[in-house]
Every structure is written in structure tokens, then in C-alpha cells.
């Protein structure tokens, strides 16, 4: 910034996060250290997890984590075995038990490797050998219909985590208990370009003028919980229309408490909707590597009866997949513009953009990195 007199316009409104920390690998070993670990990390969902022996997995950067139903207990573990490295399970979800593809070693509800072929004559291991060798265990908790993890031992709650989102995720999974889509993209950007996309409106009438500018007003208020924040808006005419003769068609058992638009960014990297008191919907933005993310989006419709609310599904389903495609090609766009040498300098971030603002000074303390 030029020292020769004050700051322009623009200039004060830089963001906290320099466009080279949008795709370089060690500032995603950083951010996997000091935001992801020590988060509480939505990776996956109960209705996955019922029986006996079902299981899901998770990914985020270079780590994997397994979590397990043993009779009715869930546990998470780092999804590794303890003899030669092998992923433990090798497959988003199923239902086996937690025991190497590898060399058939066997885990039970506490890590601990109780199977190990061949024990006596080729390792020789004692009950406190094998207590050492236990997997590494993560705090897990519940909420709605959702599965979190916090990967560092010390920490808050899951409930002091959230704050007053708590209650909120509750009462959104409360009242839309079905899960009427589930669709996974793998998007060419860093996983901070994608969630930033998805916590502004700004750019609804230029990316969805054929989607979402029909459904939310320009005039978007923000409200921030901790490190978690909020945009609320109204629905447009046409689509409160179309949701209220939906409700009554499919005899929706629709929600008070958020009658428009409600959108929650979970920090790090989950972004929710809650539209019209019937409809949430719930994506988690996950790193793969510094330029690639993957995105899972879920859908949860309220209860209802009758014919008409197959339609209803396949035209909420539509209509997710077309923003969704939306938003991956300009995410697309947006990190092949970032990724330019030589750019230095952060975002330009104007009253539109404050959901980012709140998000880049939030984790800017958590990396440190405003001043890079």
C-alpha cells in the first residue's frame, strides 16, 4: 500500500486473505492444523450410520477418518491401521466391520486391535501391546441428522461450538426429516473460493439469473454467532407463490420460525439454506488438495402426503442441480483468476460481501496469515 497518503477507497476495503493463500499446498497443511482440526467437522449423516457395523468415511486434506456403529455406539477414529498403514475402510459408507482389507487386523469399539492373524508366532503382542497400538480416537457428537468430529483432543462442545446454531440445525432437521437429495461434485477451486461463493447473494443476478435470482430480494441482512454467521432474506413474490401452493398441495407441515430465506455458514466449511419453512438443505465445501474440493449437498423436504409431493421433489432436485452446476463453473473461474502470479493483494470486499468479511477475519485468526 502506497505510504505517500491515506488509503483509497478500495484499498481499506481489502479482505484479510492474500489470493496466493488459494492454492498453495503448505497453506492448506496449515489450515488442515489450525482451522480444521481443531473444528467440529460435519462428515456425514445418523441415517447412514442405524445397524450394527455400518460405517462411514471422511476425507479432508491428507486425512481420513472412519467412523463405526458398534451396537449402537458410534466411535471415530483416524482411519489407518495400526500394522502397515492401510485405509481401514476403503469405501464412503457400507456395512462390515472395522477390520485392515490388508492383513485382516480386526479393531473393536475402543481401537483396540483384539484380531491379529497369526498373533502368537509372528508378533508376539501383549494385551498392553495391543492397547498401544489402539487407532487414534476422535471426539464425535450428534446433532439432528447430523455426524460431527473434532480431530484435536482439547476443545469446546459441539454445542459451544455452535452456539446458538445449535438450536437452529435442530429445529431445521425437526422439521424436514426426509432426505430427498444428495448430490457430490468435485469442483476445480480451493475449498475457501467455493465457500465464499456460497455465503454472498451478490452474485445471484449475473451466475443464477435463471435460478436463484428468482427466489431471494436483493435486500440480504447479516447476523453473526461467534465464528458462524447468517444472511436472512426475503422470498421473492414469485417464489413465496410457488411455495405456498406447494405447501398446501403436498400438505407440507411447514416451520414458523423462518418463513423466507435463511442461509447459516458453519465454520470452517459448511453452508446451510432454509427456505419457506419446508426445505433445508445442508453442503459441506471439504479440501481434497489446494486447487480441489468436493461438495456434498443434501436435501430435507417437511413432512407431507398426497401425489403431488414426488413433483415437488423432483423439482427441488432440478433446481439444486442447476445452481450447483452454476456455482462449480464460476468457483471454476473464480480459481483460475486467483491463481494468477503476481495478483498480491486480497479481495476487494464491499457491504455485499460482509458474510466473506466475517468469514476471512475469522479465519485469518485462526492462520494468522492477515498480514501475509
Known sequence: ?????????????????PAGAYGREDVLEAEIEHVFKSSWLCVGFIEDLKNHNDFITFQVGPHSIVVQNFKGELKAFRNVCSHRFSRIQTEPRGNRRLQCPYHAWLYDAEGIPRGIPDNETA?????????????????LETCGHFVFVRMKDDGPGLRGFLGQVYDELVHSCETCPERVDNLTLDVACNWKTGVENGIEAYHFPSVHKDSFADVLETDVRMNSYGPHCTHEGRLTEKSRHWWDTVAARARLKTSDRHRDYISFLIFPNVVTTFTAGAFFTFQ????????????TSTGWLAEGAGPA?????????AFSAQVRAEDKAISEAAQR????????????LGEVDNRIRHFQRTYAA????ANV
Open 123 to 139: 508378533f508376539g503382542l501383549t494385551e498392553a501391546d495391543r492397547a498401544s497400538l489402539a487407532l487414534k480416537a476422535y471426539a
Open 337 to 348: 483468476g486467483v491463481g494468477e502470479a503476481g495478483i498480491g493483494r486480497a479481495a476487494i
Open 309 to 317: 409431493r414426488a413433483g415437488v421433489i423432483a423439482s427441488l432436485k
Open 1 to 17: 500500500m502506497d505510504d505517500h497518503g491515506p488509503p483509497t477507497t478500495w484499498q481499506a476495503r481489502l479482505g484479510a486473505i
Open 284 to 295: 459441506m465445501l471439504v479440501p481434497a488438495s489446494a486447487t480441489t474440493m468436493r461438495i
Open 366 to 369: 485462526r492462520m494468522e496469515l
